[in-house]
């Protein structure tokens, strides 16, 4: 055994040789952590931030050290983006439906919960879109931009990767370009890749793809900018959606990972997110 594993295997009491008796070794007290937390509008999630805040108190969103997220994926979703100015670590405890991106709840050992856990960093995607009509919209999206198709015809779209035009014509259901951190979400679902959290890829992946009919899809490196052109837009219109942000009757997007903005996720020691990825990726 290495002597990095006997000190965490240490017990809580030491044997002092020449006293003859066992004097106990005080455990550190887990720091004082300015917390805020913030719930979706489920009732259990509601109730559990009541419950948690008369127990560890609330701090002022603007000046806590971590955000406390109750709710599910969604919600954890809709608490980055408030953090996207601030930069504050979220930790989220399941009080949903999902859950892959949060925590098992429990009201015990928050304190020392916190200070064990380790961080995920991750990177929006900044999608800018046309309208047909030429109006500009912008939008960060954590897990994926999705083009849709809006009508019972399927969408056309011309795909270039860097100014170079790699698919001519894409007929399909719809297209995305997803995030490691989305690859489990609705890019897995669309039969996408599932990425590692530090593999620097993005996911681009066809929605129900008609032609080319092989066309399964493509790993890009994160700093690739990928442009889509909606092809018969008067007669197949497309909408745009960056997570909460839909764009109708788009002409154009542009999509590319914004570097500059990096947002925490916190899991619990021995729980982290890349295991997750790598346990699902065994799921049957």
């Not at 030429?134 to 939008?139: L, T, V």
């Amino acid at each position: 055994m290495s002597a990095a594993n006997t000190r965490k295997c240490k017990p809580p009491f030491d044997f002092d040789v020449r006293l003859g008796l066992r004097s106990l070794v005080t455990k550190p007290t887990p720091p004082q952590i300015r917390i805020a937390f913030a719930a979706s509008d489920r009732p259990e999630a509601q109730a559990a931030r009541e419950r948690l805040t008369a127990r560890y108190g609330a701090a002022d969103p603007a000046d806590a050290q971590v955000i406390v997220a109750l709710g599910g994926d969604g919600f954890m979703l809709e608490t980055l983006h408030t953090v996207m100015e601030r930069r504050t670590p979220v930790f989220g405890m399941n009080r949903g439906s999902v859950g892959f991106l949060m925590n098992d709840f429990e009201e015990e050992g928050l304190l020392e919960r916190l200070a064990g856990a380790g961080r995920a960093v991750i990177h929006p995607l900044q999608m800018d879109a046309w309208t047909e009509a030429g109006q500009a919209h912008s939008g960060l999206a954590i897990n994926e931009v999705s083009l849709l198709r809006q009508t019972r015809q399927s969408a056309k779209l011309r795909i270039s990767v860097d100014s170079r035009v790699r698919l001519e014509e894409l007929s399909c259901d719809g297209c995305m370009l997803a995030t490691a951190a989305g690859s489990t979400a609705y890019n897995l679902s669309a039969h996408g890749p599932i990425i590692p959290l530090d593999s620097r890829v993005l996911a681009l992946t066809p929605i129900s793809a008609f032609r080319p009919r092989r066309w399964r899809g493509a790993l890009l490196p994160h700093q690739s900018k990928v442009c889509f052109e909606v092809l018969e837009p008067d007669k197949r219109p497309v909408s745009a959606t960056a997570d909460d942000l839909e764009v109708r009757r788009v002409a154009r997007v542009e999509v590319r990972e914004r570097r500059d903005i990096a947002l925490t996720m916190l899991f619990d020691a021995g729980r982290s997110f890349e295991e997750r990825v790598l346990a699902e990726q065994f799921a049957s």
